[in-house]
């Protein structure tokens, strides 16, 4: 059974800085695209950061420059170094897998419970 395991959120004052982690379980995630995705209160669910195999990123615009996914592949865990922070990024932040590169949907229906990222002054 896939899992995924979120952590490192938390309350920053804009401009401040977090890392987020998320542990995957439950498959060989090292050959998978890997995703955040951010679901702010009242809106849906939306992809901000993807990794693939190789080390292709790509990344919303509003966080490009900001935002750094990165992975550890030994250990199925995915990084989300967030700096700048801005009101606006505050949500859930979810890790997930992509079936390939080119996705915005997750591969897996499956979520974990999130961590809650809060930027307020």
């Known amino acids: 059974q896939v899992q995924f395991v979120e952590s490192g959120g938390g309350l920053v004052q804009p401009g401040g800085s977090l890392r987020l982690s998320c542990a995957a379980s439950?498959?060989?995630?090292?050959?998978?695209?890997m995703a955040w995705y951010r679901q702010a209160s009242g809106k849906q669910r939306e992809l901000v950061a993807k990794?693939?195999?190789?080390?292709?990123?790509r990344y919303k615009d509003d966080v490009k420059g900001r935002f750094t996914i990165s992975r550890e592949y030994g250990k199925n865990t995915v990084f989300l170094q967030m700096t700048s922070l801005k009101s606006e990024d505050t949500g859930v932040y979810y890790c997930?897998?992509?079936?390939?590169?080119?996705?915005?949907?997750?591969?897996?229906?499956?979520w974990g419970q999130g961590s809650q990222v809060t930027v307020s002054s």
């Open positions: 997930n897998a992509l079936t390939s590169f080119i996705d915005v949907m997750p591969r897996y229906d499956y």
């Open positions: 990794m693939s195999s190789g080390g292709r990123t």
């Open positions: 439950g498959s060989d995630f090292s050959s998978r695209t």
